[in-house]
């Protein structure tokens, strides 16, 4: 079982739809990223979180430190939302794990 | 602000040739990190630095990889010899940390490395 473990892998919707990614860890953390790659390859980082929620514009990331689960919205979704979502920790022992992403699709 | 810089975008090379990546990263930022993404497991840590210092490297997966930082504004990952199986795109990041290692990190574009 990966640490990290990302839902839905792949996701379609249309434009407008509120879209929720979900992201659920193994191990303690101490952080807990969120990153955004783009159709051509480029890596944005949106969110570092280590408790409570975070907000920035339309992108809304949330962590439960005791259910080990955070999620991504996003609200008004559009199609330059299109991308892959991915999700990764920092354990107890400062290693990086990722997730394997959650690939974003919304249809005008 | 020019961002992470990362050289060359594209490298297609024969297998047993030696391979070097270079990566500035951003002007004032004191750590910086190697990633590799493949098809089959997406994203790894290979290395990172903090003050130029190899902090942690137990993700560079064997010998054939070596990461040098000289200064804070350059940093080389070579692959000597490469093999198939290391084709993958190459990310470098930085950030600006006081402590903790993994602050908001800003991405190169990547190198696209072809080994045939």
């Known amino acids: 079982k990966n640490e990290v473990e990302q839902s839905p892998q792949n996701l379609t919707a249309q434009e407008g739809e509120f879209i929720t990614i979900n992201c659920s860890y193994s191990?303690?953390?101490?952080?807990l990223h969120w990153l955004q790659q783009h159709p051509g390859g480029g890596i944005v980082s949106l969110f570092m979180l280590s408790s409570g929620k975070k907000k920035h514009g339309r992108l809304i990331a949330t962590i439960n430190i005791q259910e080990k689960h955070s999620s991504l919205h996003i609200t008004a979704s559009h199609p330059r939302d299109s991308a892959v979502y991915i999700c990764?920790?920092?354990?107890?022992?400062?290693?990086?794990?990722f997730g394997t992403g959650t690939r974003l699709t919304i249809i005008p | 602000d020019a961002g992470v810089i990362q050289s060359p975008r594209h490298e297609v090379t024969e297998m047993g040739q030696e391979v070097t990546l270079r990566c500035k990263p951003i002007s004032g930022h004191n750590s910086l990190f190697w990633y590799r993404q493949t098809m089959m497991r997406g994203l790894e840590l290979l290395i990172y630095?903090?003050?130029?210092?190899?902090?942690?490297d137990s993700g560079m997966p064997e010998d054939r990889f070596s990461a040098k930082m000289p200064n804070a504004s350059f940093s080389t990952l070579k692959i000597q010899p490469s093999e198939p199986r290391d084709s993958a795109v190459y990310f470098c990041?930085?950030?600006?940390?006081?402590?903790?290692?993994?602050?908001?990190?800003?991405f190169g574009p990547g190198t696209r490395l072809t080994v045939l």
């Open positions: 630095f903090n003050n130029n210092v190899p902090i942690d």
């Open positions: 990041a930085s950030t600006r940390t006081s402590g903790r290692p993994y602050n908001e990190q800003f």
């Open positions: 990764a920790v920092v354990n107890l022992n400062e290693k990086l794990t």
């Open positions: 191990v303690g953390i101490s952080a």
